[in-house]
């Protein structure tokens, strides 16, 4: 019953979040649609930040650091949400993320 209280607070924060940094025009990013995208008129990006933000305080209240791990990956799509980072350069945090948690997770 914990985790449904627990699921359903991190929803409704993140959603509050979300609605608050909307309106902040330097944060928020629009992705201009092109021959890879599944979307035909420009959409806003960096939404994920309300979630990055509600796994950081989960990560800490409940004592469990897996969240803090990942989020090298969440600055990093942040990045590249603002300054369209290469491919490379995304695969390697990817890559290190992953070894990391392998590490932590044997522990």
Not at 56 to 68: E, N, P, Q, V, W
Request: glycine share 4%; proline share 5%.
């Amino acid at each position: 019953m914990i985790i449904f209280y627990l699921s359903t607070i991190s929803f409704f924060v993140s959603w509050l979040i979300l609605k608050s940094i909307i309106n902040l025009r330097w944060f928020i990013s629009i992705d201009n649609p092109n021959h890879r995208s599944s979307h035909q008129q420009p959409k806003p990006s960096s939404g994920g930040f309300g979630f990055v933000i509600i796994s950081i305080l989960a990560s800490l209240f409940l004592k469990d650091f897996t969240y803090l791990i990942c989020l090298p990956l969440a600055l990093i799509g942040f990045l590249d949400d603002k300054l369209k980072l290469g491919a490379p350069i995304r695969y390697i945090a990817q890559l290190i993320t992953c070894i990391c948690l392998s590490i932590y997770s044997t522990f």
